[in-house]
């Protein structure tokens, strides 16, 4: 798919997963994010090497406007080298997130 610019990736550098990373665009308000969130750290924490990053759409409008992230929840799946495998809105299903990680891996 898409691969981040350069000084995106590096300022999620220290927060990328060894092997993916589940990042998840949210906003305060947004109940569909809270499931979200139990349902990406509970992934990140059953497979070694993943790691979840939240980020809070409203303030972080510039990489929301680039990203084209239309609503929250919006999760991107990375790979190990930053580029993104995978891109759905809404709450995801444990098992899609899981089977999402296979094409990072």
Avoid: N, Y
């Amino acid at each position: 798919m898409a691969k981040w610019r350069e000084s995106e990736v590096r300022e999620l550098v220290g927060r990328l997963g060894e092997r993916a990373t589940l990042v998840q665009f949210s906003s305060a308000f947004c109940q569909p994010c809270r499931a979200t969130r139990r349902v990406l750290v509970e992934v990140a924490e059953m497979v070694p090497g993943v790691r979840h990053v939240e980020i809070d759409a409203e303030a972080e409008l510039d990489l929301v406007r680039e990203l084209r992230i239309l609503k929250t929840p919006t999760v991107l799946v990375l790979d190990a080298h930053g580029d993104i495998v995978l891109r759905r809105s809404g709450q995801p299903r444990k098992a899609d997130v899981i089977a999402a990680l296979g094409k990072a891996l």
